[in-house]
T-cell receptor
């Protein structure tokens, strides 16, 4: 079993829909990261969180440490949100363990 | 700031050849990482460094070597390239491992070994 599991693997949504991507992990962590990989391949960091909830624009990330689960929400989705969203956990230390990613396509 | 830069962007190697993937960051970050990304798989850590002169193995180090002689540069060396090393390679850097310090990624190097 992978340490980091993401669901769904693929997601197609209509523009304007509310989107949720889930991440479950099996180890103790110091932080969880959400990353976005653009169709051209570049990777950017969206959030780092160790508890609670963070919001940036239309993106919201939550984490439940007890349940070892995190969600990434996108409100009012837009075609430019189409990308691969990657969850990664940081074990105690400085190394990240990555999920396989969720491929999101938002249709107009 | 240019951030994290990688060269080359693309490369095709023959089996048994060697090459060095270059990575440079201009943010004075202490931590640097090399990852590989295979289709349908999560990024895997190859090697990392917490400062000049200090390197350590990640999850998949076999077939690779690194050095960190300066804060800015963290080259990845492939000796005796094999088809299993066909992948996209990403370099990343981070100021420290503190919770508020995100990782910055380079644009990637797409390597094919034939």
């Amino acid at each position: 079993k992978n340490e980091v599991e993401q669901s769904p693997q693929n997601l197609t949504a209509q523009e304007g829909e509310f989107i949720t991507i889930n991440c479950s992990y099996s180890v103790g962590i110091s932080a969880l990261h959400w990353l976005q990989q653009h169709p051209g391949g570049g990777i950017v960091s969206l959030f780092m969180l160790s508890s609670g909830k963070k919001k940036h624009g239309r993106l919201i990330a939550t984490i439940n440490i007890q349940e070892k689960h995190s969600s990434l929400h996108i409100t009012a989705s837009h075609p430019r949100d189409s990308a691969v969203y990657i969850c990664a956990v940081e074990e105690y230390g400085n190394k990240l363990v990555f999920g396989a990613g969720t491929i999101l396509r938002v249709k107009s | 700031n240019a951030g994290v830069t990688q060269t080359p962007k693309f490369r095709i190697l023959k089996i048994g050849q060697s090459m060095t993937l270059q990575c440079t960051q201009d943010m004075n970050h202490n931590y640097m990482y090399w990852y590989r990304q295979d289709p349908g798989m999560g990024l895997k850590l190859i090697y990392y460094s917490v400062g000049a002169g200090i390197t350590d193995k990640g999850e998949v180090p076999n077939g690779y070597n690194v050095s960190r002689s300066t804060t800015e540069d963290f080259p990845l060396r492939l000796e005796l390239a094999a088809p299993s090393q066909t992948s996209v390679y990403f370099c990343a850097s981070r100021l420290t491992s503190a919770i508020y310090n995100e990782q910055f990624f380079g644009p990637g190097t797409r390597l094919t070994v034939l």
